[in-house]
């Protein structure tokens, strides 16, 4: 149990120093962490292994294993960040500090904000890497999730499925936002749960009953038309994914297709079409129904031929094809069944370029984040790329190609993000603004009444004059008092419309 070895051996060819490194890191956090224990009783070691073996078996390199390891270390057991520096360099420190960061954003259920912190979110950690191993720590916490108040559940839950799970989805890790999705649901929506996972299971016997004569008879045909070298599989659809479609089908289980689906895995594209070919002959697909994703490949890269068939007693089944290559990406990488329809959605597509977009600047100008610290150091950020999975590598790569399109430049445009601050208020939500906002500003969003009542401001903590700039992640509390009003001055001070829109009739109400 807990055993290095459990994650070396998931490895692809690890070299000596890689397995060193893990090992090393191995060792570390588990003395660091020998006397602490979870809410369940368990030695909290058991957590940070969860977490690093997670990413060892979603392609992450050993830094950022290492850093899974170390994730804890410095909030937890008051290890210094000097320490990790000297032990595992600074990369290492690099993507520690950040899971840490990351830690004090919280979601406290005020749906207005729930994407202005998923972008926060994004924009924190700085490194896709931070963002991967944070994911992993939140499925770890939600699967010992029963071991902590109900009250804390309830919030920690929502947040897995407002802020967690749609960040896997937009980084195409479709097997992570399902389980983290299920893994919250129960939490989030106990009746509703229950009454899909009921749903689920009549559909799912019913299914799975014809199952096996279904793959037999595939299997039959595709061997027929010369192709031998296949594999075949199934998944049923994730409980909370099929919550969502009933949603909006009006709750009628029979117009959902794709409660069960079978994947056919072959060796080449070629294969893909064939293997289409001699479903199509065996069962009459529905119209409409087919999509043909190899040659129009999904933003995020996703590959594969999907079709509907009518498959006699098993009534209708999904069918998707796809090499071995595509079917990894698939998993690790970039589809899932939500991000595609996401993208899909017409008026949702330049979100889904926006994310891609926020993930760039930490892969391309590496060297640019590490000159702007003074001392770039060239072997590090090559090891960084190096430790980037390949779909994400691929992933800005397409990026890049997108930026030259009319589209693109368009989103670009009106790139929220660039424009914007994420600040908080004391209870940790989330208030974007334009750049160069005030505290007046930010009173105005909160609420006019807090607006026409200011008499001060703290920024983290600290009074501050009310023209202040307020720069990203600043947490922000506004002093009122009834007597207080706007004066004319405010007027400049202020950026947005909203403000300047209160202001102004104040102001003409006194004269
Ligand atoms: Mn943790």
Not at 46 to 67: D, R, S, V, Y
Request: glycine fraction near 6%; proline fraction near 4%.
């Amino acid at each position: 149990m807990s055993d290095v070895k459990d994650i070396i051996n998931v490895l692809s060819k690890p070299s000596k120093e890689d397995v060193a490194f893990i090992t090393k890191a191995y060792t570390f956090a588990k003395n660091a962490h020998k006397d602490h224990f979870r809410k369940s009783g368990e030695l909290y070691f058991k957590h940070l292994f969860a977490t690093a073996k997670g990413l060892a078996e979603i392609g992450m390199g050993p830094t950022t294993i290492a850093a899974g390891f170390l994730h804890d270390t410095i909030e937890d057991v008051h290890v210094t960040p000097e320490d990790i520096r000297k032990k595992f360099g600074d990369e290492v420190l690099f993507l520690v500090e950040g899971v840490t960061k990351l830690g004090s954003l919280k979601y406290r259920g005020t749906k207005r904000h729930t994407e202005a912190l998923r972008k926060l979110f994004v924009a924190t950690s700085q490194d896709v890497r931070v963002v991967i191993i944070k994911l992993l720590d939140r499925r770890h916490n939600m699967q010992t999730l029963e071991y902590v108040s109900p009250q804390k559940r309830k919030r920690i839950a929502l947040e897995t499925l407002e802020i967690y799970a749609p960040i896997a989805d937009r980084l195409g890790i479709g097997r992570l936002k399902r389980e983290l999705e299920d893994l919250a649901f129960p939490y989030v929506y106990p009746q509703e749960y229950e009454e899909t996972r009921k749903l689920l299971e009549e559909a799912t016997r019913h299914a799975l009953k014809h199952l096996p004569k279904l793959l037999k008879q595939l299997q039959k045909a595709l061997v027929k038309d010369q192709l031998v070298r296949f594999r075949t599989e199934h998944r049923v659809k994730g409980l909370y994914s099929l919550y969502k479609k009933l949603e909006r089908k009006g709750s009628d289980i029979s117009k959902i297709h794709d409660i069960l689906a079978v994947r056919i895995i072959v060796t080449s594209e070629d294969d893909c079409y064939r293997a289409l070919g001699s479903v199509h002959r065996l069962w009459k697909p529905i119209p409409g129904k087919i999509k043909d994703y190899i040659a129009f490949p999904k933003p995020n890269g996703y590959r594969s031929l999907h079709t509907t068939v009518f498959a006699g007693q098993s009534g209708t089944v999904e069918i998707q094809i796809r090499t071995e290559d595509m079917h990894r990406r698939a998993q690790y990488g970039i589809a899932s069944h939500f991000s595609y329809k996401a993208v899909l959605s017409g008026g949702r597509r330049e979100s889904a370029f926006e994310w891609i977009r926020q993930l760039l600047p930490s892969l391309r100008p590496q060297q640019q984040r590490l000159s702007a610290k003074g001392a770039p150091k060239h072997k590090r950020s090559e090891s960084a790329l190096a430790d980037v999975p390949k779909w994400i590598k691929e992933m800005a790569e397409a990026q890049e190609e997108l930026e030259e399109s009319e589209h693109f430049l368009k989103a670009a445009k009106a790139d929220f993000f660039s424009h914007r601050v994420f600040v908080f208020t004391p209870h940790g939500d989330v208030i974007d603004l334009p750049i160069d906002a005030s505290p007046i500003d930010f009173a105005y969003n909160v609420h006019s009444d807090i607006g026409n009542h200011i008499s001060g401001a703290k920024v983290n903590g600290k009074l501050v004059s009310l023209d202040t700039k307020l720069t990203n992640g600043d947490i922000v509390e506004i002093v009122t008092k009834e007597s207080a009003m706007p004066s004319p001055k405010w007027l400049e001070m202020a950026k947005t419309t909203l403000a300047k829109r209160h202001i102004r009739s104040v102001l003409q109400q006194e004269r």
